[in-house]
């Protein structure tokens, strides 16, 4: 299926974010149009920059205030680093704290990724609010980071890694 028309099933006419909702977000996992828009800034960067050896897969994502950062992985085999790790990087040069919502695409038309177990581990720690969309049934959904990674231990420079269900 080609990711227009996975893009084209994300969105269901009709529904309508619940009134009074934080930041009038969707109360389920379909996407909005800013999400769509953010996926399309992924699928626009992979196909102009996706070269198939060091730069495959390109992640966008937004902050709670907005802003849009994106950028490429840079693939090694010593551990070159996920584009969510290398956008991670880039919300903090350019001061983004809290980001709201990723997404991956990778090159050759291959559609939306999601992340890999070290990426969930790390926007898990550092993001822990963020949502991630991913594929599922034919459609892109966005899901909390703590549903693609459960009973996860917790880590911070601070805590260390500390049990799933440590008493807060
Ligand atoms: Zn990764």
């Not at 529904?15 to 009038?24: C, K, T, V, W």
């Amino acid at each position: 299926m080609s990711l227009e028309r996975i893009l084209a099933a994300s969105v269901a006419p009709g529904r309508r974010p619940r009134p009074g909702f934080a930041q009038n977000r969707p109360v389920n996992d379909q996407l909005d149009a800013p999400d769509l828009a953010l996926v399309q800034r992924a699928v626009d960067l992979v196909r102009q920059r996706g070269n198939g050896s060091a730069n495959t897969v390109a992640a966008a994502a937004r902050a709670t205030d907005g802003r849009v950062v994106a950028g490429m992985n840079v693939y090694h085999f010593t551990g070159g680093p996920c584009a969510e790790l290398v956008v991670l990087g880039m919300a903090a040069s350019e001061g983004l704290e809290r980001l709201e919502i990723i997404v991956a695409v990778a090159d050759g038309e291959r559609g939306i990724l999601a992340p890999c177990g070290r990426c969930r581990q790390i926007l898990f720690d550092y993001q822990p609010g963020i949502r991630v969309i991913v594929t599922s049934g034919g459609a892109a959904r966005a899901v909390g980071i703590t549903d693609l990674l459960p009973n996860a231990n917790r880590w911070s420079a601070a805590s260390g890694t500390l049990p799933a269900e440590y008493p807060a």
